[in-house]
């Protein structure tokens, strides 16, 4: 027999006992706050926007009611993004440039809607002097909005930050904005390393992750995971494995339960490091070891919307937040190998998300294994959506980004690989197999082999992210 509370009924005995229903279990209010509550959103990022040209019903003029379109666009695109807000609107002309520089400054990029006008007269030298102020930019420019385009590649050729959108498609402004994102949600980020970082020098070195993207990385040691992970009841271990692991999971093949609640343990554990400390990612060389593997604690991260990197590899964790701030995606680390008979790159690895296409997507179907190198711990053998386009990246050395796109073609499971596994069908894998690292990947073996495969293919936006932030865009194909 099932017994119902109405609202009234469960608010009053909420109330009375100071306690809450999350995930179908019964938690104190204050763990419920703290559990709806993180993790917490970036604060908006600042966009200027500027209207270049003249309007009217001229020749070379833009509509006067065309600037209220995309009012109302850029309005609609604040409240679904959430995490955006546009300033500004000035008017050039009447008003001039050099008034509407003073205003950049606490914006973290600018838009310019090139309305109408030539390269050389009055709105052309106003963009001339809004896109040297050197803010992150896109320029819009429409068809039909005279004949300025032909003098906006120099920009580019000029090592400007300037993304040039000559499209009629208003989505282009989205998907841009997005990329706006990146650069300043790094600056506000932090990541916690454990035990020390893996990866090319430039990365390893925390001074100049900072001076470079603004992140701040924050080493801890092994001991203060371990006690954290003491400090974490049993019974809240054993909600958290019960609600988000066992109960979910299509079968559980070798670990035993007691495994599974020390591993949700741990991911408890981190969770209160990174409150603690305030950060959004986490990568740890550990993560083989003491306390517990931690694969199930990064998978739920990146499931949350946030970034758990395995073996300590920052710059797979650096690759991770980039595209998490882009695009919404969690990635995955993988070990890949090729199969040139089969135009294929075979990507495996043990700790892998279970929700690909965002925190508010579905989870994918899961078993619970043991992780394949050790046979022991817990780790999770995920099926990826065959038919899926989908992206590989590292960033590397803080200036260049590697990349590929490809389709999966097949979910395997063979025994010498590790547990979650996917066949991509690629470009050309043989030229891909030779030109492995492009020629900026290098080091040790972790580093030359791992890449992060998100879903989605996002070879166009990369390279406009690419731009905006000023780093080096490298195909492996």
């Given amino acids: 027999m099932t017994t119902e509370l109405n609202r009234r009924e469960f608010l009053g005995a909420s109330a009375a006992t100071g306690m809450a229903l999350i995930g179908g279990r019964w938690v104190s209010t204050a763990a419920a706050q703290a559990e709806q509550s993180w993790p917490a959103p970036m604060p908006p990022i600042k966009i200027?926007?500027?209207?270049?040209?003249?309007?009217?019903?001229?020749y070379l003029s833009r509509p006067q009611g065309e600037i209220d379109k995309f009012e109302k666009y850029l309005a609609d695109l604040e409240t679904r993004m959430g995490d955006v807000k546009f300033i500004g609107g000035d008017l050039v002309p009447?008003?001039?440039a050099k008034d509407?520089?003073?205003?950049?400054?606490?914006?973290?990029?600018?838009?310019?809607?090139?309305?109408?006008?030539?390269?050389?007269?009055?709105?052309?030298?106003a963009m001339d002097q809004l896109v040297n102020a050197g803010l992150p930019t896109m320029v819009f420019s429409q068809p039909y909005s005279g004949h300025g385009w032909m003098y906006f590649p120099r920009w580019n050729k000029e090592g400007k930050k300037v993304v040039l959108l000559p499209s009629s498609d208003w989505n282009d402004l989205e998907r841009v904005v997005g990329l706006m994102r990146v650069a300043p949600h790094m600056r506000r980020s932090k990541v916690l390393v454990v035990r020390g970082a893996l990866g090319t020098p430039a990365a390893c070195d925390f001074a100049q992750v900072k001076a470079k993207l603004g992140t701040e990385v924050i080493p801890i040691t092994v001991e203060e995971t371990l006690k954290a992970h003491e400090a974490v009841s049993l019974d809240a271990a054993r909600a958290e494995a019960e609600e988000y692991w066992i109960s979910k999971a299509k079968k559980i093949v070798e670990p035993t339960t007691d495994?599974?609640?020390?591993?949700?343990?741990?991911?408890?554990?981190?969770?209160?490091?990174?409150?603690?400390y305030g950060a959004q990612a986490i990568t740890s060389a550990e993560c083989m070891g003491r306390p517990a593997k931690g694969c199930?604690?990064?998978?739920?991260?990146?499931?949350?919307?946030?970034?758990?990197?395995?073996?300590?590899?920052?710059?797979?964790?650096?690759?991770?937040?980039?595209?998490?701030?882009?695009f919404g995606v969690p990635g995955f680390i993988t070990d890949p190998v090729f199969?040139?008979?089969?135009?294929?790159?075979i990507h495996f690895h043990c700790t892998s998300v279970t929700k690909f296409d965002g925190p508010k997507g579905p989870r994918a179907p899961f078993a619970i294994r043991t992780q394949t190198d050790s046979g022991r711990g817990?780790?999770?053998?995920v099926e990826n959506r065959v038919g899926q386009e989908v992206t590989c990246a590292k960033f590397v050395n803080l200036k260049d980004m590697a990349y590929s796109t490809g389709k999966i073609i097949e979910v395997t499971h063979n025994p010498l690989g590790c547990r979650t596994q996917f066949v991509t069908q690629v470009k050309d894998a043989r030229k891909m197999f030779l030109n492995w690292g492009a020629g900026v990947v290098n080091g040790d073996i972790m580093t030359m082999l791992h890449r992060v495969v998100f879903y989605g293919n996002h070879e166009k936006s990369l390279a406009d992210l690419g731009t905006l932030m000023g780093f080096n865009v490298v195909e492996e194909a």
């Fill in 378 to 381: 817990v780790a999770l053998e």
């Fill in 296 to 326: 199930l604690t990064f998978s739920k991260l990146n499931d949350l919307g946030l970034v758990g990197a395995c073996e300590g590899d920052i710059d797979s964790t650096l690759t991770m937040m980039m595209f998490n701030y882009a």
């Fill in 339 to 345: 199969d040139t008979s089969r135009n294929a790159l």
């Fill in 259 to 276: 495994e599974i609640v020390t591993s949700a343990r741990f991911y408890l554990a981190v969770k209160n490091l990174m409150q603690q």
């Fill in 94 to 96: 009447p008003t001039e």
């Fill in 48 to 58: 200027y926007k500027v209207y270049v040209g003249r309007t009217g019903e001229i």
């Fill in 100 to 125: 509407v520089l003073p205003k950049l400054k606490d914006a973290d990029g600018l838009i310019l809607f090139h309305l109408s006008g030539h390269g050389g007269d009055a709105p052309g030298q």
